[in-house]
């Protein structure tokens, strides 16, 4: 899927280099973007609880290593993982990031041995499936007590921690709030919007989640805040519908006492797909490959957004096209994740939380505005009345006293979102691509990805 997706790209800049003269010199770029750079198989035994013995195998690739450190890469535990899998998963969080504009490259890995892995000038991981802050501590701990044990960077090896071990605030939430400016972006602009019969705008739209993850979760939470209305949840057990929407918070605190949704009270049971159910905006927010040429003609939603990693094949998407139907891709959307990742990764090398060095400054230069406001007025009408007051807002009052951590994580993800999806756009209408944002998705990952390879000379 993520070749055909490349290919499609790719071919549009051969295209290009070929009317310029320059064809055997970018094709020869482009095979080497194409392939992945480094991968390793590992196989080590396990004993069980119960006494028995298995060999677990894992797999770590590298995509590229145009810029170090390796970045962006998730630790898998899944059964179900292989080579060609992570492979995949790794060329798809160059493209990812290069979009975002970190330059940093992937790291996939299926219960793998650590402690040669790590390392945050070379190699730099992050929590993804069945795992989560504590294993990220663990192959923190692993990687200080053995080969990083001189380097004062040792934190910095991997995001995604908890906070007390150098974690940083927002990190829990980053995916879910990407995909939310992802979709603002799109749905408030009044020309996609027209392309496709929709109204610009969130606030009354409704939605249909397929995952109640941390991502899903978190989605769904900033999705409503804005105005949206989920009608529909689906997970492994069971789906739960409500055409007048589903209360996130009252949806997980239930989920969390019982375990599942099923069952949550103001809704009914689905038994269909919910990915067929009609809405305005469809969010997969589960695994790979959920929507194919066989349900992709059923689809009824004007917009998708994938939160989740490779929820679309490639005859799926061309039927979406062909239904003029809106698809946000993954490369783009999901991006909020690796965004704040790589803000925490700033942020241990750095050694300081983010605010704590403008904090008093930032203060004293808002205090020092609203003197200045107060003395221009006092100079214009006179004080014959006496001094005249400024009285701050409360919105304004809550700046005054220092943005936090999180504040200036939101701030700085919104940013990367907003001006990435203007690339996109910029690159959708100089090709001509209509709909098809993944295509102008991957055309902006490869020049940028391109760029560096052609500057550096490609000397290796």
């Known amino acids: 899927m993520v070749e ?52 677990v195998r894992g797999w770590r690739a590298q995509h590229s290593q145009h810029r170090l450190p390796c970045k962006g890469g998730k630790v898998r535990f899944s059964s179900s993982m292989g080579a060609d899998e992570v492979k995949a998963l790794a060329a798809l969080m160059t493209y990812k990031c290069a979009i975002v504009g970190k330059y940093k490259r992937n790291v996939k890995l299926r219960k793998a041995y650590f402690s040669t892995s790590a390392g945050p000038g070379i190699d730099v991981l992050a929590p993804d499936v069945s795992t989560g802050e504590r294993e990220m501590s663990w192959i923190a ?27 940083i605030h927002g990190q829990c939430s980053a995916t879910g709030r990407g995909v939310l400016h992802g979709i603002e972006s799109y749905i408030t602009n ?29 989605t769904m939470r900033y999705l409503h805040e804005y105005g949206a209305h989920c009608i529909c949840v689906g997970e492994t057990d069971g789906a739960i519908y409500n055409p007048r929407g589903i209360d996130p918070k009252e949806l997980e605190d239930y989920e969390q006492g019982h375990g599942t949704i099923v069952g949550f009270p103001k809704t009914e049971s689905y038994n269909g797909s919910v990915l067929e159910v009609p809405c305005d905006i469809l969010i997969p927010a589960a695994i790979e490959k959920q929507l194919t040429g066989e349900n992709a003609p059923r689809v009824q939603a004007k917009i998708i957004a994938e939160a989740a990693d490779g929820p679309t094949t490639p005859a799926a998407h061309e039927i979406f096209l062909q239904r003029n139907i809106l698809v946000i891709p993954d490369v783009y959307v999901n991006a909020g994740g690796v965004t704040v990742s790589f803000f925490e990764w700033l942020k241990n090398l750095n050694h300081v939380s983010y605010g704590c060095l403008s904090f008093k400054y930032e203060w004293d230069s808002s205090y020092h505005l609203l003197q200045s406001v107060q003395h221009s007025l006092e100079q214009w009408f006179g004080k014959s009345r006496g001094e005249i007051p400024i009285i701050p807002s409360p919105q304004f009052q809550a700046r005054v006293t220092g943005a936090s ?26 090709y001509n691509l209509g709909l098809d944002q993944r295509t102008a998705a991957y055309l902006c990952a490869l020049e940028k990805v391109f760029t560096v390879y052609n500057e550096a000379g490609f000397t290796y």
């Open 4 to 55: 055909a997706f490349y290919g499609r790209a790719a071919a549009m800049i051969e295209a290009g280099a070929a009317q310029r003269g320059g064809l055997p010199w970018v094709r020869v770029i482009l095979e080497t973007i194409r392939r992945c750079s480094h991968v390793l198989e590992v196989a080590f035994p396990l004993r069980r609880d119960s006494g028995a013995w298995e060999v």
């Open 141 to 167: 701990d692993t990687y200080t007590h053995t080969l990083g044990y001189r380097d004062i960077n040792t934190q910095a090896c991997v995001t995604g921690k908890p906070i007390s071990q150098g974690g």
């Open 190 to 218: 009044t020309d996609y919007m027209d392309c496709i019969g929709l109204s610009p705008g969130l606030p009354g739209k409704t939605f249909v989640l397929q995952g109640f993850g941390k991502m899903g979760l978190h």
């Open 405 to 430: 951590e999180k504040d200036i994580v939101y701030s700085g993800l919104a940013y990367t979102m907003e001006q990435s999806v203007k690339q996109i756009m910029t690159m959708a209408a100089r």
